[in-house]
């Protein structure tokens, strides 16, 4: 457990993580009703700097909405939470989980009006998610990404990721990095936890939001950082075969970051060239940092988050 720190939040109180723990009868255990965010704190000058905190904390709100669950906690109560969290722990950096789930009473199926909607806040260090220095090699997977028609995908739903689990796990047993997962209509949709880009030219192409793709923060992050960088962005739907003729590719995620995709199905994506991928990296290594002037309003300081 030593891992995860000295401190996790858990509904308003400090606790050990090793106190973490909850009932086998948790409605989420038996069901699937979990809600999380994946955010990250990155080493600054100025102290740790989390990464769009407020945007991430809202979607977890939203995402709690679709199933018609509210959480106890206003998001400024989380976002104080949050920083007292990296303080206490002492992290430069890491990784921040903050993660809602049903728990006890319930009957059958449906959680009731008693049933408790616990909030926990863990944050642990991680490292690089992917080998940037060469780029991944990716699979297209032989399941499809889960339709907006049978579960809303915008939901950060801890059961869509036995969908994710999937699609990584086909790919990693075949010899590959990284799945990329098509959509109920054969398009592409996105990577197991991250979004997905093709470049041609100085134009940036990424599947539009009605291709099950989640709406992600770094995928905001990375359209507006790339716009400002002179490239055309351009959401639509984009077909299987316009992966093989990219100049490249490169997925966006919190854990990602913006990582190349220099392979798909044993076929080299424009010969490994990641130009474009390097500079949206380096642009994004800058916002992340505190270094982008018109962009300090996306970082949070952790800095004097505990009161005395
Ligand atoms: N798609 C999925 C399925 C994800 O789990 C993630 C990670 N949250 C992303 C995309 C990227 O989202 P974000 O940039 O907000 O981390």
């Known amino acids: 457990m030593e891992q995860y720190g000295q401190w996790m939040w858990k509904d308003g109180a400090w606790i050990e993580p090793t106190d973490a723990n909850t009932?086998?009868?948790?409605?989420?255990?038996?069901?699937?009703?979990?809600?999380?965010?994946?955010?990250?704190a990155y080493h600054t000058e100025e102290g740790p700097a989390i990464f769009r905190l407020r945007e991430h904390l809202e979607r977890l709100v939203r995402s709690c909405a679709y199933y018609h669950v509210t959480l106890p906690y206003t998001v400024d109560e989380l976002e104080q939470a949050t920083m007292?969290?990296?303080?206490?722990?002492?992290?430069?950096?890491?990784y921040i989980r903050p993660f809602v789930f049903l728990g006890t009473p319930w009957q059958a199926l449906m959680p009731t009006a008693e049933t408790k909607v616990h909030v926990a806040i863990s944050c642990w260090p991680l490292g690089e998610y992917f080998n940037k220095t060469v780029g991944i090699r990716a699979k297209v997977a032989s399941y499809?990404?889960?339709?907006?028609?049978?579960?809303?995908?915008?939901?950060?739903?801890?059961?869509?990721?036995?969908?994710?689990?999937?699609?990584?796990g086909e790919a990693l047993r075949d010899g590959f990095d990284e799945a990329i997962?098509?959509?109920m209509n054969g398009n592409v949709s996105e990577a197991s936890v991250a979004n997905i880009f093709l470049v041609k030219g100085k134009t940036i192409t990424t599947p539009s939001l009605d291709c099950s793709v989640l709406d992600g923060i770094t995928r905001q992050t990375v359209m507006q950082l790339a716009r400002e960088a002179g490239y055309e962005i351009v959401e639509r739907h984009i077909g299987r075969d316009e992966l093989y003729v990219a100049d490249e590719i490169f997925l966006t995620g919190t854990a990602a970051e913006v990582t190349s995709v220099i392979e798909v199905d044993h076929i080299s994506i424009?010969?490994?060239i990641q130009t474009v991928a390097t500079e949206m990296l380096t642009r994004y290594r800058e916002a992340v940092t505190g270094q982008l002037p018109e962009h300090r309003d996306w970082i949070t300081f952790v800095k004097s988050a505990v009161k005395e």
């Open 23 to 40: 009932s086998i009868m948790t409605h989420a255990i038996h069901y699937g009703s979990g809600f999380f965010e994946g955010i990250r």
């Open 84 to 94: 007292e969290l990296i303080e206490r722990n002492g992290f430069e950096a890491c």
């Open 144 to 168: 499809r990404r889960v339709s907006s028609t049978m579960m809303p995908m915008q939901a950060k739903a801890a059961s869509n990721y036995m969908n994710s689990q999937l699609l990584k």
């Open 181 to 183: 997962a098509l959509d």
């Open 270 to 272: 424009g010969g490994g």
